[in-house]
């Protein structure tokens, strides 16, 4: 009994999108402190949702999952978890998260339906975006970058629909200018995935952009995408462009302890298979190094208030 609560919670993929509630924390804290247990009510919903999409992509990849030896000790492809508990582990999810929604935050429902919407179609047979190369990392980055973001931000009620404002038009425009960042570095997230999957997806003839345009391509493209996501805060920050660049100076302090993280990345330009070396340290640190650098986000709003 244990071991099956086990291998269902292991379905939920926490660790595969702690960055994507990592970015929801940004959104709410980052133009300002919101009130707290509402951001958390919408965290919850946004939990469940998030974890019910990637069982869904497990349930509608479990054939291919089952053929990738990086993929297939996942608890549905290994056949840990069936397919219908796997079902009902989803739909549950699905009702869970909305129903909190409904009840708290009605608003957000919108939001929240093309969310799910957009991520399920990554993985969903008939549209199938992961097999659509370029498509597949553009909509990786608008469902795990540009969404928990914006959703973030609703949460906390930094948005407006009453653009006419001028401090709504400013919160648009810093949103934007956060967002670009965040996209791209989901994007090259993306891409080292698929660089992960590359033999697999090729066998099974699924053409992603990695698939298409090669390993060696791919990797550049993914090393450029990063370091411009790193660069482009600095460059906003530098050029008064947001509300943000009051983070610029701190913003650099983290980048520093960063480098010899960065350092990894430039060295997959030479052997693009060192990116599982990058995901297993991903895979251990990132929970630890999300915590501690949103923890330093939270004490930095506090003190900027």
Same mark, same amino acid.
């Given at each position: ?12 993929? &926490? ?8 970015? +929801? ?18 965290? &919850? =919903?946004?939990?469940?949702?998030t974890a019910a999409v990637f ?35 989803m739909l549950t999810l699905i009702?869970?998260? $909305?129903?909190?929604?409904?009840? &708290? ?8 339906? #093309? ?5 399920? #179609? ?24 540009? $969404? ?6 609703? =949460? =906390? ?12 038009? !400013?919160?648009?425009?810093?949103? $934007?200018?956060?967002?670009i960042p965040l996209f791209l ?6 891409? $080292? ?18 698939? !298409? ?8 493209? =993914? %090393?450029?995408?990063? +370091? ?9 920050? &530098? ?21 010899? %993280? ?18 297993? +340290? ?24």
């Amino acid at each position: 009994m244990l071991e099956n609560f086990k291998s269902v919670i292991r379905l939920l993929r &926490f660790r595969s999108w702690v960055g994507w509630l990592a970015i +929801f924390g940004v959104g709410s804290f980052i133009f300002g402190l919101p009130n707290i247990s509402n951001v958390l009510i919408v965290a &919850f =919903a946004f939990s469940c949702i998030t974890a019910a999409v990637f069982v869904e992509n497990q349930y509608f990849d479990k054939e291919t999952d089952q053929k990738n030896p990086k993929k297939s000790m996942l608890p549905l492809a290994s056949n840990k978890v069936s397919s219908k508990t796997s079902l009902v582990v989803m739909l549950t999810l699905i009702g869970l998260g $909305f129903t909190v929604l409904a009840v &708290f935050n009605f608003y957000l429902i919108p939001i929240f339906l #093309a969310y799910f919407t957009l991520c399920s #179609a990554y993985s969903t047979p008939i549209i199938h975006l992961k097999g659509k190369p370029v498509l597949d990392i553009i909509v990786a980055g608008i469902g795990s970058g540009v $969404f928990p973001f914006l959703i973030g931000l609703s =949460a =906390a009620n930094q948005l407006s629909m009453d653009i006419h404002l001028p401090w709504v038009a !400013r919160s648009y425009q810093d949103a $934007f200018l956060c967002i670009i960042p965040l996209f791209l570095f989901q994007v090259a997230s993306q891409i $080292f995935q698929e660089i992960r999957d590359f033999q697999a997806d090729k066998e099974d003839k699924i053409e992603t952009f990695v698939v !298409r345009y090669g390993l060696k391509q791919s990797t550049r493209v =993914a %090393i450029i995408t990063v +370091f411009s996501a790193i660069v482009l805060p600095i460059l906003f920050g &530098f050029l008064n462009l947001s509300y943000t660049s009051e983070f610029v100076y701190y913003y650099m302090i983290v980048l520093i302890t960063m480098i010899p %993280i960065l350092g990894i990345f430039v060295s997959l330009n030479n052997n693009p298979t060192k990116v599982e070396t990058l995901y297993k +340290f991903s895979m251990r640190y990132t929970p630890v190094i999300l915590i501690m650098i949103f923890t330093y986000i939270l004490i930095l709003r506090v003190h900027l208030v």
